[in-house]
């Protein structure tokens, strides 16, 4: 039987991950999934700032895992990326993505001929006037930021075929996972320095947030405390719940605690402008993925400021896995990783 395949690309700030899938009428099954850590300073909080440098990172990746195809679709997240949510006269789709730069031109905070637009509808409403409505988020991107990305892709031999809000890419992997007892939950995708918060209903957005905060910022701290290279503090930070009682092992709890607190606040900033905000159902959960997920306290701390169940996502539950070359040991280990490569795949469906 015939399969189609795609590969989503997730251009991180300190890995570069990607993932195959192939897809027929058994179901979807995950084919490859490599990474390779990126080069200090090549990607600076989402945006590429070397493209020379993530385009070697990326041949080495292709080389390493043996794709099947050079076709790749790509995710964006940084500072450059607006995501709100906006309401529009109801017009026929090609018509709204002809004209959607003059509306949305006085709600940017850059200049909308130097941005990449789309925007999403979510639901029809008639206003007051009895006039009919589009209600939907709307997504500008730097053109600039997104042109980086894509010419360091290309100089790597592939070739791009869309780009995606790396957010939706997490609801698309993650979102299929709703418990149907759960109405509304929020998936927050933890990356070293760009985290992903979605807040959805069955897979339809509500809200979307970029937050400029993750696992890296932990690392940080633990190196600052005690005055150890980064890759020292990373490995310290990992193997936090192993340590033995003791003055380095409490100073670690201590910055841990500490940047860890910072970003629940984050999280629950983001969730709070949500709920004052929105006038929809409330959040009953969140779900967990990224490499910062896994830090050890994150879900309890979490549960406790927020007041609702936390529970880790897998992405890779939905599919099936393939001859990946990979051992179960090594599929767990990136169970939390694969939720934004996952979903870029995904969005060839």
């Not at 405390?225 to 340590?243: H, I, N, Y």
Request: proline content about 4%; aromatic content about 4%; hydrophobic content about 45%.
């Amino acid at each position: 039987m015939a399969r189609r395949t795609a590969i989503g690309l997730d251009i991180g700030t300190s890995v570069v991950r990607a993932a195959e899938l192939s897809f027929s009428r058994s179901g979807t099954t995950l084919e490859r999934f490599g990474q390779v850590v990126l080069p200090d300073g090549a990607v600076r909080d989402g945006e590429v700032v070397d493209p020379d440098r993530v385009a070697e990172a990326l041949k080495h990746l292709w080389a390493a895992t043996g794709f099947g195809g050079k076709k790749v679709m790509i995710g964006v997240a940084n500072q450059r990326v607006v995501v709100r949510r906006l309401e529009l006269p109801w017009m026929e789709r090609a018509e709204l993505r002809e004209s959607l730069a003059f509306q949305v031109q006085d709600v940017l905070p850059f200049d909308v001929e130097q941005s990449v637009t789309d925007f999403f509808p979510m639901e029809e409403f008639f206003d007051p006037s009895g006039a009919r409505m589009l209600r939907g988020l709307l997504v500008a991107a730097d053109r600039d930021s997104v042109l980086n990305s894509v010419r360091c892709v290309e100089a790597a031999g592939l070739h791009v075929e869309s780009v995606d809000l790396s957010s939706f890419a997490v609801l698309r992997s993650m979102g299929r996972q709703t418990d149907l007892t759960v109405g509304t939950e929020a998936l927050v995708d933890v990356g070293a320095r760009v985290t992903n918060v979605v807040v959805h209903s069955a897979g339809v957005p509500h809200f979307v947030r970029i937050l400029l905060m993750g696992g890296q910022d932990v690392t940080d701290a633990v190196s600052e405390s005690l005055g150890v290279p980064q890759d020292t503090a990373e490995a310290m930070k990992q193997e936090l719940a192993r340590l033995q009682n003791g003055a380095e092992s409490a100073t670690i709890e201590d910055s841990v605690a500490q940047s860890s607190q910072d970003f629940v606040d984050e999280v629950r900033g983001s969730l709070d402008y949500y709920a004052a905000s929105n006038a929809g159902p409330m959040i009953e959960r969140i779900v967990l993925s990224g490499g910062g997920s896994q830090l050890a306290g994150l879900v309890d701390r979490l549960s406790a400021a927020l007041g609702r169940p936390v529970v880790l996502g897998d992405p890779l539950s939905p599919l099936h896995v393939g001859r990946t070359g990979l051992e179960e040991s090594q599929l767990e280990f990136i169970k939390p990783l694969a939720a934004v490569p996952v979903g870029l795949a995904l969005g060839a469906i």
